[in-house]
T-cell receptor, first 110, second 112 residues
């Protein structure tokens, strides 16, 4: 069935370090993979997304990579800052809906 | 306007009450969504509307009744809810046939 696995569930890094969050999906037909950041009590906000015809996409300190053969994609945050602390959700599109991963709580310590 | 709005922000209701959640977007999106999010969990899809017609119902109990009066508005009518229905209810919208979904701020619902 439709499934997105996300690891790790929690991640603690020192300010300035890099953070990597990984997701795998079950349906090889999935073609769209967004990442959302959700701060406590706030809405999920799209931070970056990638489509299946692209292997990598960057936006300043954030990058996403996609390996269609292995059915996994990853979020990379470089030079982390305390304001990057939040819960991050990956998602994959299955037909007309998004299926979300279970989330990663990122804590960036000053 | 690139925002999805939701009212109310907070709602407390008893199990015998009837209430409604409202969602509005003015981005010209023709797909609108209701999600339920419990603490420390991902958003869970409830309903999808495409061109104001219900296209997906994820086997949601009938005590939740969605309505899409027009292309900008989405309602969720609540009746005879249970305490386990307490959650953050999120609305989202997207261009029809496109992938990017934009979320509203949510309504924090507490059922007593």
């Amino acid at each position: 069935g439709e499934n997105v696995e996300q690891h790790p569930s929690t991640l603690s890094v020192q300010e300035g370090d890099s953070a990597v969050i990984k997701c795998t999906y079950s349906d090889s037909a999935s073609n769209y993979f967004p990442w959302y950041k959700q701060e406590l009590g706030k809405r999920p906000q799209l931070i970056i997304d990638i489509r299946s015809n692209v292997g990598e996409k960057k936006d300043q300190r954030i990058a996403v990579t996609l390996n269609k053969t292995a059915k996994h994609f990853s979020l990379h945050i470089t030079e982390t800052q305390p304001e990057d602390s939040a819960v991050y959700f990956c998602a994959a599109r299955f037909t007309d809906k998004l299926i979300f991963g279970t989330g990663t709580r990122l804590q960036v310590f000053p | 306007d690139t925002e999805v709005t939701q009212t109310p922000k907070h709602l407390v209701m008893g199990m015998t009450n009837k209430k409604s959640l409202k969602c509005e977007q003015h981005m010209g999106h023709r797909a609108m969504y209701w999600y339920k999010q419990k603490a420390k969990k991902p958003p869970e899809l409830m309903f999808v509307y495409s061109y104001e017609k219900l296209s997906i119902n994820e086997s949601v109990p009938s005590r939740f009744s969605p309505e899409c009066p027009n292309s900008s508005l989405l309602n969720l009518h609540l009746h005879a809810l249970q305490p386990e229905d307490s959650a953050l209810y999120l609305c989202a919208s997207s261009q029809l046939g496109a992938d990017t979904q934009y979320f509203g701020p949510g309504t924090r619902l507490t059922v007593l």
